[in-house]
C-alpha cells in the first residue's frame, strides 16, 4: 500500500511562486512513476507533470508552459512540484499520484493523495 501526503498550496497573487510537496510511504518514490495532475471546479483532472521511475520527467506542455518543474529527493522520499509564474487559469486542486501504468492519464495511477488547493488571484 502507498500514502500520497501532499502539502504547500495556497492562496496566492498572480505572478507568484509555490513548491507543492507530496510525501510518500509504503514504498520508495523511486521505484514508481510519480505524477501531479489538477481539477479546477467544473473540470475534467488534467495531467500536469511526472517523474518517471528511469527519473526522466515529463510535462503536458500545453499546462507547464515551462512555468512548472517537477523533482524527487530520494532521502525524503518526497515529490515536489515547483510552479512559478502562477496564472488565475492555474487555481485547482493539485493531486499527487504513484502507479505503473500510463504516466500521462489517470487510469495509469493506482495510488492518490488527498489533493492541495491552489488558488490564484489576479
Known amino acids: 500500500q502507498v500514502q500520497l501526503v501532499e502539502s504547500g498550496g495556497g492562496l496566492v497573487q498572480a505572478g507568484g511562486s509555490l513548491i507543492l510537496s507530496c510525501a510518500v510511504s509504503?514504498?520508495?518514490?523511486?521505484?514508481?512513476?510519480m505524477g501531479w495532475f489538477r481539477q479546477a471546479p467544473g473540470k475534467e483532472r488534467e495531467f500536469v507533470a511526472a517523474?518517471?521511475?528511469?527519473?526522466?520527467?515529463?510535462y503536458n506542455l500545453d499546462v507547464v508552459k515551462g512555468r512548472f518543474t517537477i523533482s524527487r529527493d530520494n532521502a525524503k522520499n518526497t515529490i515536489y512540484l515547483q510552479v512559478t509564474n502562477l496564472k488565475p487559469e492555474d487555481t485547482a486542486v493539485y493531486y499527487c499520484?504513484?502507479?505503473?501504468?500510463?504516466?500521462?492519464?489517470?487510469?495509469?495511477?493506482?495510488?492518490w493523495g488527498q489533493g492541495t488547493q491552489v488558488t490564484v488571484s489576479s
Open positions: 509504503g514504498r520508495t518514490s523511486s521505484s514508481v512513476n
Open positions: 517523474i518517471r521511475r528511469s527519473g526522466v520527467r515529463m
Open positions: 499520484a504513484a502507479g505503473w501504468g500510463d504516466y500521462e492519464i489517470a487510469n495509469g495511477y493506482d495510488y
